[in-house]
């Protein structure tokens, strides 16, 4: 989403965007110095949040190697709090954007060739020689109305199609709260800028024209504010948009009228942040929320009949043994689906700027290890193995009960749906696999010779491959594989020389 934004920034200021994605394809030097060579850019741009910033950071080395005289840019969250560090130590990036950038693209844009001019934009830091220069963080965009909705079309939407996951988006800036872990409020303001309703419908309906039928409202006060919701929910209704779809919500803004709205416009999901069920627990990240709260968001949530889904942190300051097995009973009462995340304390929040000010110990700064998939930091009572047995044992619980229906799926004793989620899952893997290694683009030539067998050996001839190529179930890779192309999202190209499968 952060880089859909971005392309239409630089498209509002008269750039011509390609976007290179790799989430979803195979990353090779080579493979980015064939795309450079065709499109000949003046500049390469890198989103990054701090988990897959050495990712993007090496994009941009290897962009430096192949055409040096390519400006090197990035911006997102982890860069706009580390901007002095990221400048002096890795000088394959050029120029930072801190904060929200889509006036400082816009601004900067016709400008990429004129360094000298560089000093009167807000919102960028670059180097001069060894210098740094930081122009400083640009004031917040009163009027989010005016911002291009998300260039999504510019992206591989079939290979988007293919994996299935819903399309993000959000309908407004800004966090008023003050969690201490998390980095919203400093990146987005403190003041919420909610877009005009009648703009949120019209980009679900440029979401809806691209073929995805899913959506995920992921802004984090979508649901604060009933009469807007209703408005929404009832622009859903009148424009006849026919599509499923989730949001993320806080426990103390929601009520049982929103959620009645949101049901019948088509939500069946939300996802909650509890983060700790023990109430001082919260009142020391600064949460905000009562734990009866969170009880009562879970039934009206049930009584609408949406599933519900809450988010617990592990790790956080002043964590013990007794505060551990108390978030474990509380999420358990709840008796909806939870899950753990371990605490990453990202640079810009208040935790990673005043951790002195808590009892905790942050152990690493490898960004790398900022996914929340491993303990990083410690307590007075609790050390990054204590933590990480605490999850352990509800990980195993969770891949003990989805052991016994893969069991059943082979042996026949599953529920049609348990059939469903596993297959689902296996389609899941052999949709990833055949993306992130280019399986089309390497597998996809056939020559003329193998077509003339009749029927639809193209695509025959491609399942087989794939089959051959992949692990995992051969029924369902070739079953994947018709359904692509069933669905356009593969499309074939005739010649004298053969058939060539590529992406739509």
């Given at each position: 989403?952060?880089?859909?934004?971005?392309?239409?920034?630089?498209?509002?200021?008269?750039?011509?965007?390609?976007?290179?994605?790799?989430?979803?394809?195979?990353?090779?030097?080579?493979?980015?110095?064939?795309?450079?060579?065709?499109?000949?850019?003046?500049?390469?741009?890198?989103?990054?949040?701090?988990?897959?910033?050495?990712?993007?950071?090496?994009?941009?080395?290897?962009?430096?190697?192949?055409?040096?005289?390519?400006?090197?840019?990035?911006?997102?969250?982890?860069?706009?709090?580390?901007?002095?560090?990221?400048?002096?130590?890795?000088?394959?990036?050029?120029?930072?954007?801190?904060?929200?950038?889509?006036?400082?693209?816009?601004?900067?844009?016709?400008?990429?060739?004129?360094?000298?001019?560089?000093?009167?934009?807000?919102?960028?830091?670059?180097?001069?020689?060894?210098?740094?220069?930081?122009?400083?963080?640009?004031?917040?965009?009163?009027?989010?109305?005016?911002?291009?909705?998300?260039?999504?079309?510019?992206?591989?939407?079939?290979?988007?199609?293919?994996?299935?996951?819903?399309?993000?988006?959000?309908?407004?800036?800004?966090?008023?709260?003050?969690?201490?872990?998390?980095?919203?409020?400093?990146?987005?303001?403190?003041?919420?800028?909610?877009?005009?309703?009648?703009?949120?419908?019209?980009?679900?309906?440029?979401?809806?024209?691209l073929g995805f039928e899913r959506i995920n409202i992921a802004d984090d006060l979508f649901a604060s504010d009933t009469n807007r919701v209703k408005e929404i929910c009832n622009g859903i209704k009148e424009r006849?948009?026919?599509?499923?779809?989730?949001?993320?919500?806080?426990?103390?803004?929601?009520?049982?009228?929103?959620?009645?709205?949101?049901?019948?416009?088509?939500?069946?999901?939300?996802?909650?942040?509890?983060?700790?069920?023990?109430?001082?627990?919260?009142?020391?990240?600064?949460?905000?929320?009562?734990?009866?709260?969170?009880?009562?968001?879970?039934?009206?949530?049930?009584?609408?009949?949406?599933?519900?889904?809450?988010?617990?942190?592990?790790?956080?300051?002043?964590?013990?043994?007794?505060?551990?097995?108390?978030?474990?009973?509380?999420?358990?009462?709840?008796?909806?689906?939870?899950?753990?995340?371990?605490?990453?304390?990202?640079?810009?929040?208040?935790?990673?700027?005043?951790?002195?000010?808590?009892?905790?110990?942050?152990?690493t700064r490898d960004w790398s290890k900022y996914d929340a998939n491993d303990a990083i930091v410690k307590t007075a009572e609790l050390s990054p193995q204590d933590i990480r047995d605490f999850v352990a044992l509800?990980?195993?619980?969770?891949?003990?009960?989805?052991?016994?229906?893969?069991?059943?799926?082979?042996?026949?004793?599953?529920?049609?749906?348990?059939?469903?989620?596993?297959?689902?899952?296996?389609?899941?893997?052999?949709?990833?696999?055949?993306?992130?290694?280019?399986?089309?683009?390497?597998?996809?030539?056939?020559?003329?010779?193998?077509?003339?067998?009749?029927?639809?050996?193209?695509?025959?001839?491609?399942?087989?491959?794939?089959?051959?190529?992949?692990?995992?179930?051969?029924?369902?890779?070739?079953?994947?594989?018709?359904?692509?192309?069933?669905?356009?999202?593969?499309?074939?190209?005739?010649?004298?020389?053969?058939?060539?499968?590529?992406?739509?």
């Open positions: 989403l952060g880089i859909a934004y971005v392309t239409a920034a630089f498209e509002a200021a008269g750039c011509e965007v390609c976007v290179f994605d790799y989430i979803i394809s195979c990353y090779s030097k080579e493979k980015l110095a064939r795309q450079l060579a065709d499109f000949q850019p003046d500049a390469v741009g890198a989103g990054s949040v701090t988990m897959n910033f050495y990712d993007a950071q090496r994009i941009l080395r290897d962009v430096k190697s192949i055409n040096p005289d390519i400006l090197t840019m990035m911006g997102g969250p982890h860069v706009s709090f580390t901007v002095e560090e990221t400048l002096q130590t890795y000088q394959e990036i050029d120029v930072i954007f801190i904060g929200e950038a889509d006036d400082t693209i816009i601004e900067f844009a016709p400008l990429i060739r004129q360094k000298n001019k560089w000093s009167c934009i807000q919102g960028i830091a670059y180097r001069i020689d060894s210098k740094i220069v930081n122009n400083g963080k640009r004031d917040f965009i009163v009027d989010v109305d005016r911002i291009p909705l998300p260039a999504r079309r510019l992206l591989p939407i079939s290979r988007y199609r293919a994996l299935g996951y819903p399309v993000s988006m959000i309908t407004g800036r800004g966090c008023p709260h003050g969690c201490i872990f998390c980095l919203g409020r400093k990146m987005v303001g403190s003041k919420v800028r909610r877009r005009n309703p009648e703009l949120v419908l019209d980009e679900m309906e440029q979401i809806l024209n006849n948009l026919k599509f499923t779809w989730s949001a993320f919500a806080r426990v103390d803004t929601v009520n049982q009228e929103m959620f009645d709205a949101m049901v019948a416009a088509g939500c069946d999901g939300i996802s909650f942040g509890v983060e700790s069920g023990c109430p001082e627990m919260l009142k020391r990240v600064r949460k905000g929320i009562k734990l009866e709260q969170v009880k009562n968001a879970v039934r009206m949530c049930k009584q609408a009949g949406m599933l519900a889904h809450a988010s617990f942190m592990v790790g956080l300051p002043g964590e013990t043994k007794d505060t551990l097995k108390r978030t474990d009973a509380f999420a358990r009462s709840l008796d909806i689906f939870y899950g753990y995340h371990y605490l990453a304390p990202f640079p810009g929040t208040t935790l990673c700027e005043k951790v002195g000010d808590y009892d905790l110990k942050i152990l509800y990980d195993a619980e969770i891949n003990s009960d989805w052991q016994k229906v893969l069991d059943d799926y082979l042996t026949g004793n599953n529920t049609p749906y348990d059939d469903m989620r596993v297959e689902g899952q296996y389609r899941m893997n052999i949709t990833f696999a055949i993306l992130k290694e280019d399986l089309v683009e390497k597998l996809g030539f056939i020559e003329a010779a193998d077509l003339n067998r009749g029927g639809d050996m193209a695509g025959r001839i491609l399942a087989e491959r794939m089959k051959n190529t992949i692990s995992g179930e051969p029924r369902l890779v070739e079953n994947t594989i018709h359904d692509f192309i069933s669905r356009g999202y593969l499309k074939a190209d005739h010649s004298d020389k053969g058939c060539n499968w590529r992406w739509a």
